[in-house]
């Protein structure tokens, strides 16, 4: 059993590292989100493409990135306008 174990565990490593996890694209929009709010727009950018490039369909990710892009992000809220 120990065998096994060993066999498994030295041929699978480096398989294993060679994949790469798989993305989480609600996990880069979130990302994405929290950089836009931050001001960091290049950061805001490339999140929201990666979220575009895994899931080319989502319009939530298009229209911030189409904003991020143009410029037109909308005034940033205080804490007093959010409900």
Do not use: W
Not at 39 to 61: C, M, N, T, W
């Amino acid at each position: 059993m120990a065998l096994a174990y060993l066999l498994l565990t030295v041929f699978s490593g480096p398989r294993a590292m060679c994949q790469q996890p798989p993305h989480n694209p609600k996990a880069i929009f979130d990302a994405a989100q929290s950089a836009l709010n931050a001001r960091d727009y290049d950061k805001a950018e490339q999140g929201f493409r990666e979220v575009l490039r895994i899931d080319p369909h989502s319009a939530a990710a298009r229209k911030k990135f189409e904003d991020t892009v143009s410029g037109k992000l909308p005034a940033p809220q205080s804490p007093r306008d959010v409900p």
